[in-house]
């Protein structure tokens, strides 16, 4: 069982459009990772254990995990354009944390802008998707997450939170979709 | 109408939707990603689409009213509806969405106006085939039919 806690990566998603989230949730799951979404970049942050202050309300299906223990998380996707701290500030955030600086973080944007792709590739975002993310785009994960897995297991760090299972995936959409 | 003649119906109007503009490949993704455990996945996101929509457009038929048009919000509003738009596949809302992003870029209070007009138009042409399309998917399921898998071949 363990065995199969740990194949299953874990992703969180930033979105502050509900559509979006929505999609993002969907596309994951098909792709059998396992899925937080939450509707913005503070919200990240907190659930990454970073702002210790406030209670975290993130849509995870483990809510009943509000404790203060550190949730792994193998991914990040973060939408670029969000009201507050944009894609691009929680990636800076994110990469400044010494706690978090090895979690690849994955850019989306609608718009195709080149210089803010650049931007976010170089502060160390590891792909730039161009919405909306397709199938084919979540394929190109796989060699980031597995690099990821591999640090790890060279490094003989036991996740924390192993145990949480695969059960959670079958939480019903309506119960992880954000409030307005 | 049995079954068939129904089905045959749902993929000859879907494939219409395609031709025409309306719909554009992201809509198949969004078919896709419905299945057994998700049944009214593109349901859900199509009617999250048009609470989202209706509510953009009342706010830029507002801020375009007004004696000082505060650009800026008109574009953020506009942004978020070509976002959503696209996301679901709404072609010709989209490309309408993107034109009028321009034309608030160069502060031109008629054509935006006009171009406010011509994405309502869309939107509510779209809104109209979609509840068209649900409607025959409902009659469908009810007459104990399924709904077939749309392929890309056209």
């Known amino acids: 069982m363990s065995m199969a806690a740990r194949t299953q990566f874990h992703v969180l998603a930033v979105d502050d459009s509900l559509i979006d989230r929505m999609l993002i949730e969907r596309l994951l799951k098909t792709s059998s990772f396992h899925v937080t979404v939450v509707d913005s970049g503070s919200k990240a942050l907190e659930f990454l254990g970073l702002n210790e202050n406030k209670k975290i309300r993130a849509e995870t299906p483990s809510a009943a995990s509000e404790t203060h223990q550190v949730v792994e998380v193998n991914l990040i996707m973060t939408d670029y354009c969000m009201p507050g701290m944009t894609g691009y500030d929680l990636l800076r955030k994110i990469k400044e944390s010494k706690s978090l600086k090895d979690i690849p973080v994955v850019i989306m944007s609608s718009e195709n802008v080149p210089s803010r792709i650049n931007r976010c ?6 792909e730039f998707f161009l919405k909306p993310v397709q199938q084919a785009d979540l394929n190109k994960l796989k060699p980031h997450l597995m690099k990821g897995r591999v640090k790890e297991e060279e490094q003989v760090i036991e996740p924390i939170n192993n145990k949480r299972k695969g059960m959670e995936e079958s939480h019903s959409p309506e119960k992880t979709r954000a409030k307005i | 109408m049995e079954v ?9 109007y879907t494939k219409s939707l395609f031709l025409e503009g309306y719909l554009d490949g992201q809509f198949l993704q969004l078919q896709q990603l419905q299945d057994d455990s998700n049944p009214d996945f593109v349901a859900e996101v199509v009617s999250l689409f048009f609470e989202d929509s209706e509510r953009l457009l009342n706010d ?11 650009f800026k919000k008109a574009d953020a509003h506009i942004h978020q509806l070509k976002g959503s738009s696209s996301s679901i596949g709404a072609e010709r809302v989209k490309n309408c969405c993107i034109i009028f992003r321009s034309l608030c870029e160069e502060q031109n209070i008629d054509a935006c106006i006009r171009c406010l007009q011509q994405v309502k138009q869309e939107y509510f042409l779209v809104k109209n085939k979609l509840e068209t399309l649900f409607g025959m998917e409902q009659q469908i399921v ?10 890309l071949s056209f």
Do not use: V, Y
């Open chain 2, 4 to 12: 068939g003649q129904m089905q045959r119906q749902w993929m000859d």
């Open chain 2, 142 to 151: 009810a007459a104990g039919g399924s709904i077939p898998k749309m392929e």
């Open chain 2, 60 to 70: 830029l038929t507002n801020a375009l009213d007004q004696k000082c048009i505060d």
């Open chain 1, 121 to 126: 590739l170089e502060e160390g975002a590891e």
